[in-house]
């Protein structure tokens, strides 16, 4: 049976990411920080629809944590066929002037390094497996629009764009390397503060927001389709990217 890891993959996206890897017949491995509870939920949901299920807690920060979760789930599940880096934080809008290069680092150490750790270990065990793999990131339209008062965020996704889109350069054909990026999408069913920043649903064509759904079809896409496809970006945004 498949494997799939997901990084952050207890809460909001990452657990519905979770949930229809499962429901598509993949054993899942996650990683989670401070949400363990909602890995033990996550868990119980899994094994209900039959498959294998391993979390590990994970500060994604710290690299060294970072090896460790992976040879974890490894051996809790075996070799990963798809991997899903979820993990991300949505910083409070600051004034640049009240910024150090240390508030920046420490966003980056969440929303971009880890995509590198993730891919060096990935790539080493494909390889001495003789095996491919699919590297997934969740990115966000942040990585390529710049909003005020909003630098950490803009920066920390643009770098982790231009990771994956180097990493998908370099280490073909072992790794596929693929982009999903999130436009406006709500979810009523765990929300958060970060909500309230969703743009209007009038400002999108397509007239609402979107969906964990939508944003797990685009993930499955990646997980299933050609292993050639590497170094794109799906935006899953209604076409609100061709209004800017």
């Known amino acids: 049976m498949p494997i799939a890891f997901v990084i952050g993959g207890a809460r909001r996206l990452g657990r519905s990411i979770s949930l229809r890897l ?3 017949g993949y054993d899942v491995g996650i990683s989670y920080f401070s949400s ?8 119980t949901e899994v094994l209900e629809l039959d498959r294998r299920f391993a979390s590990v807690r994970c500060d994604v920060r710290d690299e060294d944590e970072l090896h460790a979760t992976w040879r974890a789930l490894c051996q809790a599940l075996g070799q990963p066929d798809v991997v899903v880096l979820c993990a991300g934080v949505f910083p409070d809008p600051q004034q640049p002037e009240t910024l150090t290069s240390e508030h920046l680092i420490n966003v980056m150490r969440v929303n971009s390094l880890p995509l590198l750790s993730i891919a060096a270990n990935y790539a080493l065990d494909c390889r001495a497996s003789q095996t491919t793999g699919r590297l997934i990131s969740i ?6 629009e710049i909003w005020k008062d909003r630098l950490l ?7 982790a764009r231009t990771i994956a889109l180097s ?21 009523p069913n765990d929300s958060s503060k970060t909500d309230q920043y969703l743009i209007a ?10 969906t964990d759904v939508d944003v797990c079809d685009a993930v499955m896409f990646f997980a299933q389709a050609s292993h050639y496809i590497t170094g794109q970006t799906i935006s ?6 061709l209004t800017r």
Do not use: C, F, W
């Open 153 to 159: 965020y803009n920066t920390s996704k643009g770098a």
């Open 201 to 210: 649903p009038e400002r999108i064509p397509m007239l609402r927001h979107g």
């Open 36 to 43: 363990e509870q909602h890995a033990r939920t996550l868990a």
């Open 139 to 144: 990115g966000s339209l942040g990585a390529t």
């Open 22 to 24: 499962a429901s598509e």
């Open 167 to 187: 990493l998908a350069r370099s280490m073909a054909p072992t790794l596929s390397v693929n982009i999903v990026a999130p436009g406006a999408i709500s979810q």
């Open 236 to 241: 899953v945004d209604g076409g609100y990217g």
